[in-house]
């Protein structure tokens, strides 16, 4: 019984460690969890989305500049010396406390102009920098898809060199039997080792690729790299990659100028800076306000005594302070309103520059939007014409491949009876790797492209992806 007992706790001192250093399955990181990752964690669109909530409060502000200004001030202060006691109506000397209290209005009632341009100005703006927004998640969609579909073509190619380097490693097995058997020359077990070896080196460099590859997309999501995670093949659904569309470049390029929210931001920021020079231009004409103010004030002089000594009689003393009630609600109420005209004559020529800087920004406000109507055109043709290149690639691919994977068979067979040399198996072993990875490449590159197509038309969304 001790002998079963020691037993089992050497056998399970023996499992413990080895189930303990066995390391966790690395963590499957989607398309889909990706691209939510991606539009969570971007900086660049965090950013664009705190600007706009900037806009936002600048176009409220806006609005609320025609609103009147409303204002309430009260000063307390204590004189020591001689001051004018409006409650008697005199220089007085002593100490003297006193309060004042005010409510002050104002309201806009003709400046050019200028306040209705400059809401139009900042509706706009935020328009523009909700266009902005929403283009900048389209850029870290198409940012991070291009990322990812690298490391799934990194995982591809991996696979490729290994089971390449798997076959000519078990050849090199086969062809050192047959040197020791004097079926073969010394030299061809050389030969067959040298192939080997470079199989195995492009193996380990196709290793490093998906190793850097890995780190930026890591960087683009700002995930823990220290956190292992592999990759799976999209469910692409039934989409058919290579199925031939008939895809009109004018028509792409009309669409695009609807959806692309970097060239609809163009478009309202140049209405926002139009409507922007008006309003700079209203500074510079007659302003009328109208305003008004409501106030009153109490006082209280020290050492002065409540009653006097009349003839030993005490009587009430008129110089003494009034209550507060009597004087700060009834007897120092104060109104006064009216109108103010203000006209500009010179200030330095501050309304003018101020007016030339808006007029400058209104102009390069339309040279950047009629920039962007050129790129949207060379986006869209290069994108397409991109798209039909990769379909004709991916469709010449796989011939290619069906192609080399019969030679590669054939010579296989020929090289193992001795009937074929060593050169012509080294080469339909090249040509088939060559055809495998230039397959793996044209796939992935047709999907790079038809995201591509996409993103330039300004109609990439996550849904369209899953």
């Known amino acids: 019984m001790k002998k079963i007992s020691g037993i089992i706790l050497i056998t399970w001192m023996t499992v413990l460690p080895a189930v303990a250093q066995t390391p966790a399955p690395a963590k499957v990181l989607t398309f889909q969890d990706a691209v939510k990752i991606a539009i969570q964690n971007s900086v660049l669109l965090n950013q664009q989305k705190n600007n706009l909530e900037l806009s936002q409060a600048q176009h409220i502000q806006s609005i609320a500049g025609i609103a009147p200004t409303l204002s309430v001030t009260t000063t307390a202060s204590q004189y020591n010396g001689n001051s004018f006691n409006n409650q008697t109506g005199q220089v007085i000397n002593g100490v003297r406390d006193n309060l004042n209290g005010t409510i002050n209005a104002n309201v806009n009632l003709f400046s050019g102009f200028s306040r209705i341009n400059s809401i139009r100005q900042y509706n706009n703006l935020l328009d523009a920098q909700s266009y902005f927004v929403s283009r900048t998640a389209q850029d870290a969609i198409n940012t991070v898809s291009t990322q990812y579909l690298q490391v799934m073509l990194d995982v591809e190619l991996l696979k490729i060199a290994k089971e390449n380097f798997d076959a000519l490693d078990k050849q090199l097995l086969q062809v050192k039997e047959q040197v020791n058997l004097g079926a073969r020359s010394p030299v061809d077990e050389y030969n067959q080792d040298a192939l080997t070896k470079g199989a195995q080196l492009r193996y380990i460099q196709a290793e490093i690729a998906l190793n850097n590859d890995k780190a930026l997309l890591t960087q683009t999501l700002l995930i823990d790299p220290f956190e292992q995670f592999d990759v799976e093949k ?80 005490a009587v009430p003393n008129r110089d003494y302070p009034r209550p507060f009630n009597e004087q700060f609600r009834s007897n120092n109420v104060y109104k006064q ?60 691919s796989i011939d290619q491949l ?5 030679a590669f068979q054939l010579e296989t067979e020929r090289y193992n009876l001795g009937v074929t040399n060593f050169v012509d198996f080294t080469n339909a072993n090249r040509a088939l790797v060559q055809a495998q990875t230039d397959k793996a490449q044209a796939e992935y590159r047709l999907v790079f492209q038809k995201i591509a197509l996409e993103y330039a038309t300004g109609s990439l969304k996550v849904e369209d992806l899953e």
């Open 337 to 396: 309103y009216g109108v103010q005209l203000n006209i500009p004559l010179f200030n330095g020529l501050q309304n003018h520059t101020t007016y030339v800087q808006q007029r400058v920004l209104y102009e390069n406000a339309i040279l950047t939007r009629k920039n962007l109507e050129y790129q949207i055109k060379n986006d869209v043709i290069r994108a397409v014409r991109n798209y039909d290149g990769a379909r004709k690639a991916f469709t010449i």
């Open 234 to 313: 999209p469910n692409w659904g039934n989409k058919d990659f290579n199925n031939p569309e008939d895809l009109n470049i004018q028509e792409l390029a009309d669409k695009a100028k609807m959806y692309r929210g970097d060239y609809l931001r163009a478009l309202k920021n140049e209405v926002g800076q139009k409507f922007g020079m008006r309003a700079a231009k209203g500074a510079m004409m007659p302003t009328l306000y109208g305003f008004g103010t409501v106030g009153s004030a109490y006082n209280f002089q020290h050492g002065v005594p409540a009653t006097v000594d009349s003839a030993g009689i």
């Open 402 to 406: 069906k192609a080399a994977e019969v």
